[in-house]
């Protein structure tokens, strides 16, 4: 018995392994003269349409007849990848003698199936897939609703800007002595000065620095202390006035 195995998470952050061990398990306990199965994993963002290196070199295996049965951990997630992954994929499978074991909707299809009991397991799979694609959706629409819910609140989401740092309070405040430090730093690279000294001097890099002058609102914000957002601005006005910088934000080309 050849097999193969194939795994899929979103993030490094996920536990790819615990996939991967379960579907050996599955082949432990419904597979046991199995010797080996081979690993398929991809790490693929799920709002990224691609395929995956591994799911590809899965389905060039399958097409070669390499194998007798491919367990897929959750085959819901194909789903992602077009409306009709889950039926290509299954019809791929069955048509070059691979059967296909999915642990997250509990199915078994096999070669030696009827060919309405394909079709039927077929449907389930893709309506499984369907109802799976519908609820990470619906996560991703709850998590930004949350996230716009804290903005109103005045509360910071997500990486605080160079001289800021998120409270206990969840609100953004200003580090006066990295705030000053990378301020002196835009002030410099804007009157003429490189910005490969400019970085080793202030120990923000380089490029840290080119995005800083590239954008003429940060440049604002720390040369002026002004933000159009009010969470910004309710951090500078923690440390207003603010000494007049003596540059133009409007010029940072060096």
């Not at 059967?99 to 389930?124: F, K």
Request: hydrophobic share 30%; glycine share 8%.
């Amino acid at each position: 018995m050849n097999a193969a195995i194939y795994a899929r998470v979103s993030t490094a952050d996920q536990n790819l392994q615990r996939q991967l061990d379960e579907c050996h398990d599955y082949l432990d306990q419904h597979y046991p003269g199995t010797e080996q199965a081979d690993e398929y994993a991809d790490i693929v963002s799920g709002a990224n349409e691609n395929n995956g290196d591994e799911y590809q070199r899965l389905w060039d295996a399958i097409d070669a007849g390499e194998y007798d049965v491919v367990v897929v951990h959750e085959i819901s997630r194909l789903s992602r990848l077009g409306p009709t992954e889950i039926h290509q994929f299954i019809q791929h499978c069955l048509e070059h003698g691979t059967g296909i074991e999915s642990l997250d909707v509990g199915l078994s299809i096999r070669v030696d199936d009827p060919a309405l009991q394909q079709t039927v397991y077929t449907m389930i799979a893709n309506i499984m897939g369907d109802l799976a694609k519908i609820e990470h959706q619906q996560k991703l629409d709850r998590i930004s609703s949350g996230i716009r819910t804290a903005q109103r609140a005045g509360k910071w989401t997500g990486r605080a800007p160079r001289g800021f740092y998120v409270g206990d309070d969840k609100r953004l405040h200003v580090d006066p002595e990295e705030f000053l430090n990378t301020r002196h730093a835009i002030e410099r690279v804007v009157a003429g000065e490189s910005k490969r000294q400019v970085a080793k001097d202030s120990g923000i890099p380089r490029s840290t620095l080119s995005d800083l002058c590239s954008d003429e609102e940060r440049r604002a914000m720390y040369l002026e202390g002004t933000a159009d957002d009010d969470r910004v601005e309710a951090a500078l006005d923690e440390i207003h006035p603010l000494p007049e910088s003596g540059n133009d934000s409007r010029n940072c080309n060096s």
